[in-house]
């Protein structure tokens, strides 16, 4: 959406008559009473105070490639880097097969078939298994023979897992919740990470990380208060305050937890202890849905974005010098 100027109530006032132009039509007094709420209240940019000490390693704006995927995956769902590192990792939404790609070009050099159709929505590769997750929190592990393991979880739809990735500190996958974070108002404005421990193939019961997506405002910037509000109530995915994880992935060269998402369009980085570190806007034109990331061993960043009206693509930004 990019950043506004003069008076920030006529964009909200646009978005109000688009979403319902016969009621503002009929109704100039509402019309007017938003135009007089949105100006008269105290919206202000945040920028980012720089306190937490995190520099981002990597130009956003610039990547170094972009790789553009043939049209079995211009709806890539998720994406990681096969143990060896010869090959990128990527699903599609609906089809049960991985996609062997070549990181330089972004060709399928092979497949792998392991189930029938399904929401299909992170990847991630451990020793010689294969771990994909299902929007429902089911996780199946792909072994090296073929083979197929299913391992149900209590993330249901309503959590809407859209990522997934391996932290080897605690040997647990780590999957995000788009949807709701847990029970209750304590999870209310946050989004949750869920550890799945790999040795007793069990679902924590709290989460490894709460993100407050106050705290996310506040550091990649934005407007705040009423207008937040109306902009998330009529346009979630442009709303400042909207995040809506995705992908996620450790980055190998400081063990910082990187989540994108595509609701939203923000990038955060976490650190193993939780603090959150950094939160940057996405350009929305070089990413119009992100739906996964990963690093390959020289900490190189990976972001996946499907295409919606083009092809799906993978762009590449190498750490900076």
């Known amino acids: 959406m990019g950043e506004w100027g003069g008076c920030e109530c006529r964009f909200a006032a646009v978005l109000l008559c688009m979403k319902n132009k016969s009621t503002f039509s009929s109704s100039p007094?509402?019309?007017?009473?938003?135009?007089?709420?949105?100006?008269?209240?105290?919206?202000?940019?945040?920028?980012?105070?720089k306190d937490s000490g995190f520099a981002m390693p990597y130009h956003l704006h610039a990547p170094e490639a972009v790789l553009q995927l043939p049209v079995l995956l211009r709806e890539i769902s998720g994406l990681a880097f096969s143990t060896d590192g010869k090959h990128l990792l990527a699903v599609n939404d609906e089809q049960g097969s991985v996609f062997y790609l070549n990181p330089q070009t972004g060709a399928i050099e092979r497949t792998r078939d392991f189930g029938n159709t399904g929401?299909?929505?992170?990847?991630?590769?451990?020793?010689?298994?294969?771990y994909v997750v299902k929007s429902n929190g089911t996780i199946i592990r792909i072994l090296e023979s073929g083979e197929a393991e299913t391992w149900p979880t209590s993330l249901d739809s309503d959590y809407d897992v859209e990522g997934l990735c391996y932290d080897s500190t605690q040997h647990r996958l780590l999957l995000a919740c788009k949807g709701k974070a847990g029970k209750g108002s304590a999870f209310e404005g946050k989004k949750a990470?869920?550890?799945?421990?790999?040795?007793?193939?069990?679902?924590a019961d709290t989460p490894a990380f709460l993100l407050d997506k106050s705290e996310l405002l506040r550091l990649k910037g934005g407007a705040t208060g009423f207008l937040a509000r109306l902009l998330e109530f009529f346009n979630a995915d442009h709303a400042a305050s909207a995040f809506g994880p995705s992908g996620l992935a450790?980055?190998?060269?400081?063990?910082n937890l990187y989540i994108v998402a595509s609701v939203g369009k923000t990038l955060a980085v976490v650190h193993p202890d939780g603090r959150l570190l950094h939160a940057e806007r996405l350009d929305t034109d070089m990413f119009p849905q992100p739906e996964?990331?990963?690093?390959?061993?020289?900490?190189?960043l990976y972001i996946a974005s499907e295409g919606k009206k083009g092809v799906g693509k993978v762009l590449r930004f190498d750490v900076k010098n």
């Open 29 to 49: 007094f509402v019309l007017s009473l938003v135009l007089t709420m949105s100006c008269s209240s105290s919206e202000k940019k945040e920028s980012d105070p």
């Open 119 to 130: 929401d299909y929505e992170g990847i991630e590769a451990v020793g010689n298994d294969v």
């Open 193 to 203: 990470l869920y550890g799945f421990d790999l040795k007793t193939k069990t679902l």
């Open 250 to 255: 450790v980055n190998p060269l400081d063990s």
């Open 292 to 300: 996964g990331l990963c690093f390959d061993r020289e900490g190189n």
